[in-house]
């Protein structure tokens, strides 16, 4: 079963717009992590932001995190068409185990 | 550099063959983890391991298994191979919090 729920499951947008993904979660966390991955590729580690943080930043990228409503946002300023990709949520619940959503699918035209 | 490596990239084998993927790690890191990655359910775990000669099972260990002999290897075996194993198979390991990904396993069972 799947922990993290992404929303929307695609997204295209023009190169220089902002891109926002969320993901909504079951149960108490550890900490979420964003993770991108190239077709065909592995999966590269974004941020994490641990449950008693709100916010992080990390270049264009900005992480929301709300506990009370279990879930969790991820804005890509001034989008590339090189940040075209999957993007995952993963929350750790404990154990260092991840448990991942179905994704994101976001394209970003030149 | 520090790396994690699996091989093979691609695997095509019969039903009923038994399979070995291999993932090897130089972070030297203890945590290391199985997952698989079908379209529409994201990445799930098959199996994990906090150290040598320690080893769980994951979300969809059913036909797997792993073995830790050392820190560096977690090779994953599918002991009698099935269809329903046709995926995208991806090792990680992890200090804890953030994970390093292999860049991936295709295997087809026909």
């Known amino acids: 079963s799947q922990q993290g729920e992404e929303d929307p499951q695609a997204l295209s947008i023009q190169e220089g717009e902002n891109a926002t993904m969320n993901c909504s979660y079951k149960?108490?966390?550890?900490?979420l992590q964003w993770y991108r991955q190239n077709s065909g590729r592995g999966l590269v580690h974004l941020i994490l932001?641990?449950?008693?943080?709100r916010e992080k930043h990390s270049g264009r990228l900005r992480v929301t995190l709300d506990t009370s409503k279990k879930s969790s946002s991820l804005l890509i300023t001034a989008s590339r068409a090189a940040d075209t990709a999957s993007y995952f949520c993963a929350t750790d619940a404990g154990g260092n185990m991840l448990t991942f959503g179905g994704g994101t699918r976001l394209m970003v035209k030149p | 550099d520090a790396e994690i490596t699996q091989s093979p990239r691609h695997k095509i084998t019969e039903t009923g063959r038994q399979v070995t993927l291999a993932c090897h790690q130089t972070?030297?890191?203890?945590?290391m983890f199985w997952y698989r990655q079908d379209l529409g359910h994201g990445l799930r775990l098959i199996h994990y391991s906090y150290g040598v000669q320690d080893t769980n099972k994951g979300e969809v260990s059913d036909g797997y298994s792993v073995s830790r002999s050392n820190t560096e290897d977690l090779p994953l075996t599918l002991e009698s191979a099935a269809s329903s194993q046709t995926s995208v198979y991806f090792c990680?390991?992890?200090?804890?919090?953030?994970?390093?990904f292999g860049p991936g396993t295709r295997l087809t069972v026909t």
């Open positions: 932001i641990r449950s008693n943080e």
């Open positions: 149960t108490s966390i550890n900490n």
């Open positions: 990680a390991s992890s200090p804890g919090g953030r994970k390093y």
């Open positions: 972070w030297n890191h203890n945590n």
